[in-house]
């Protein structure tokens, strides 16, 4: 059983940067592979990024690459998105989810977080 806790959500404006952070308890966090998803009213959840158990493999949605970095510390047992370049279609309920690979599939993950609310005003 793996627990997942989200932080760092919050209000901000277009264009600016938020760091969203996973923590992890419960069994090994290295031995999961970690995803971020989001969900608005208008949409089911969306695939965001993911990175392997290693770190050595990341994979992002169109919709976000080059504005959004995933990074994890497995001495924290936390995974991180960090996210530029804000746009108000970012707005979402983000959440973490641990499965055994890096994939973009949120039916591949086994552990999911409770979330946390971004909001990006225009």
């Known amino acids: 059983q793996v627990h997942l806790v989200e932080s760092g959500g919050g209000l901000v404006q277009a264009g600016g940067s938020l760091r969203l952070s996973c923590a992890a308890s419960?069994?090994?966090?290295?031995?999961?592979?970690m995803g971020w998803f989001r969900q608005n009213p208008a949409k089911d959840h969306e695939f965001v990024a993911t990175i392997s158990w290693s770190g050595g493999s990341r994979y992002y949605a169109d919709s976000v690459k080059g504005r959004f970095t995933i990074s994890r510390d497995n001495a924290k047992n936390t995974v991180y998105l960090e996210m530029n370049s804000l746009k108000p279609e970012d707005t979402a309920v983000y959440y973490c989810?641990?499965?055994?690979?890096?994939?973009?599939?949120?039916?591949?993950?086994?552990?999911w977080g409770q979330g946390t609310q971004v909001t990006v005003s225009s």
């Open positions: 989810a641990a499965g055994p690979w890096a994939l973009t599939s949120r039916e591949r993950y086994d552990y």
């Open positions: 419960g069994r090994a966090f290295s031995d999961y592979a």
